[in-house]
Each structure stands twice: as C-alpha cells, then as structure tokens.
C-alpha cells in the first residue's frame, strides 16, 4: 500500500499524521482511491465497433472479388470471340468467298471455345452472297441464351462444333458482358 501513496509520503512526516491512518481514509473516501488500471479484457462498445469494422471491410472485399471475377469473364469472353473471328477469317475461301466450318485444331485448347453459364458465344450468318450483313444486337437479356430483338432473331444461335456450317458468306459474332452490360460483337472482315 506503500507504494500507492507515493505522494503522500511527505504528508507522513507531518506531526500528527501517520502512514496507517493516511490508508484508512483513503480507503473510506472513494474519490481517493486508485483505480487498478491492469484489468483483463474489453468492454462491449469496443467489442463492436471491432465487429462493424470487420463487416464493413468484408463487404467492401466481397463486392471488389465479384468485379473482379466479372471482369475475367468479360476479358474471357473478348478474347474468345477474337479467337473464334480468327478461325473463320483463316477459314475463307478468298475464290468462292465462303467460310469454312471452325475445326477444333484452330484453337490451342484443341476444342472450339463454347458458351459458360455465364458467357454465351451466338453468331448469325447469311448463306447467299446477296444477303445483307447480320444485325448487331442492342440488348441482351441477361437469362437468354442468344439475343432475340433483331430483325432476323432465328439466325442467331450459340457456337458449336456444328455452327456455324461450311459455307457462309456474312457473319457475326457476339457475346453478353457482365461488367457493362452490353454486347460485344465482331463481323467478316471482307
């Protein structure tokens, strides 16, 4: 208890006053007494505001992984298109003007990129010389498997090994984007 009275040490070489009674009114006189600083634990506000701030930066990092993921597909999705453009330009047959159907060994996967739960590959095509150029889509139903308001809806059709066929002359191919919601499209170079 010494030691607590650190200050008062010099008040207990005061006539009249002693040590042991210095310790007892500072015991009866809870104004006096000294708090134990060396508690163990926390208290409930630091508790949470511990957890908001946790909350706040688990939000913040689940919606930058779902950007993120969304803009790989998107990425995905171009260079798989680009690809696909390649294939059926390399395809041409510059006498008749005709494309070749796409072969798995055009592509270093040895397979023909196809459409995801998420991305779906369509293309339109025209088959006579004379048509004109597929329409572009301006919108894409998120749940569609291929877009549906064009003007020649039926022609569109998700990419396989099959579509297109051997032997179109026009073509378009377009993709959904998660990211910015629009539609990305490459058409025949010639």
Known sequence: MLTRLGNFEKMSSMPGIRIKELESRIRENPLLRIKDTNKQGFTLIELLVVIVIIAILALIGIATYRNIQASARDTRLKGD????????????NSATGKYGALKDTQF?????????ANNKYCIAYATSPSGDQPIRP??????????EDVLDAASYGEITATNPPDGITRWIICGHLEQVNDVFCLNNLQ
């Open 108 to 116: 270093i996967s040895h397979t023909i990129p196809t459409s995801s």
């Open 138 to 147: 301006t919108s894409w139903l998120e749940d569609a498997n291929c877009p």
């Open 81 to 92: 298109i680009k690809s696909l453009a390649q294939a059926l330009e390399v395809n041409r």
